[in-house]
């Protein structure tokens, strides 16, 4: 939406209301049940009515809990542009919208002011939500993110604020083990590292949600709010050649899909389902510390945090025998032979 981010706030006095919210259907007590990790009391209704209104799912009220707290500190910050006047990017109110993108999604929300008022923090939280699903969530929070703050980071840390004020129950975690190294199961899933950042833990799970689908050539290459879909992902959309069988991900798509796992589909992918070929040149040069694309003209695979997600790990490798899609193994294909990339910073 624009790309400054309120990065400290100097607290102030903000008067709470707490809302009555008739009509409005909202999601018993499964994301933000109470105040969760600092969201205000008063505030969880506003949250979890904005989600259910537009159908945001479980996870949007923690989303646009997230959003609000790096915006404004959940209106209590008094920085330019929060009460009143803009910032120097032309952003205004406790989500920090443009004036443009105001103009098109704004609403009043159930005890908000008439006409809807950028500064109120109800009118804009439902703003918010109405702009997020336009934006393709609940489908792919990730985008939907990106599409509120282009950069990568800020998708990280709202998605990691998000899991943090989830009530247990709202939605799968994703399993750790103590340490640096990730644990593959018997099962075939992967548990990610205690220590790793969020990003990491989120390409694990993208990785355990594609790890029973079969191999198919040019599989999964289509419009990434269904291929790359973090909540239900269809390789059906564009099901490639099935030659074993069925829809699949061939070996770049669930490289991509893992990249879309962790929000960096935008920023590294350039919003594309990419091959392999592309892959040779993303991100920075070499190894990462803890994530590796390897890729070259007719094969790509991922590291993360020491376990490969490989379509071609099964042929003379674990597991054995051959696997017929993305699987994770502890021994990829390479890296000979193979352009060694990895995300910024990861």
């Not at 404004?72 to 443009?100: C, I, K, T, W």
């Not at 993108?101 to 008439?114: D, E, F, I, L, N």
């Amino acid at each position: 939406m624009r790309r400054l981010v309120l990065a400290c706030a100097t607290l102030v006095a903000f008067p709470m209301v707490t809302l009555l919210l008739a009509g409005v259907d909202v999601e018993p007590s499964c994301a933000l049940a109470g105040a969760i990790g600092g969201v205000p009391a008063a505030l969880v209704p506003v949250f979890q009515g904005a989600a259910s209104l537009y159908g945001l799912g479980a996870q949007g009220a923690s989303i646009l809990a997230g959003i609000n707290r790096v915006e404004s500190d959940f209106g209590q910050s008094n920085l330019p542009g929060v009460h009143s006047g803009a910032n120097y990017a032309g952003a205004e109110g406790p989500m920090q919208f443009e004036r443009d993108t105001w103009a098109r999604y704004q609403v009043q929300g159930p005890g908000g002011v008439s006409p809807p008022d950028v500064y109120d923090e109800i009118d804009a939280v439902y703003s918010a939500a109405n702009y997020l699903h336009d934006s393709g969530a609940p489908a792919n929070w990730p985008a939907a993110v990106f599409s509120y703050n282009h950069a990568s980071w800020y998708v990280s840390e709202i998605l990691a604020d998000a899991q943090s004020y989830d009530a247990p129950g709202c939605r799968p975690s994703t399993p750790t083990v103590p340490g640096v190294k990730a644990v593959i199961l018997s099962d075939g899933d992967a548990e990610a590292p205690a220590q790793a950042p969020q990003a990491v833990k989120e390409m694990i799970a993208a990785g355990n949600r594609i790890n029973h689908f079969a191999y198919s050539f040019g599989g999964g290459h289509g419009d990434p709010a269904e291929t790359m879909n973090q909540a239900s992902p269809n390789p059906a959309a564009v099901p490639g050649d099935e030659e074993n069988g069925a829809p699949g991900y061939d070996c770049s798509s669930a490289t991509s899909y893992v990249l879309w796992g962790a929000g960096l589909g935008e920023t590294l992918l350039h919003g594309q389902v990419e091959d392999s070929a592309a892959l040779e040149s993303v991100g920075d040069p070499g190894p990462g510390r803890w994530v590796t694309i390897y890729a070259n003209a007719v094969h790509a695979y991922i590291e993360v945090a020491g376990a490969f997600l490989d379509t071609a790990a099964g042929i003379g490798k674990p597991p054995n025998p051959p696997s017929t899609g993305p699987r994770w193994t502890p021994v990829g294909s390479g890296p000979d032979g193979f352009i060694a990339r990895h995300p910024p910073g990861l």
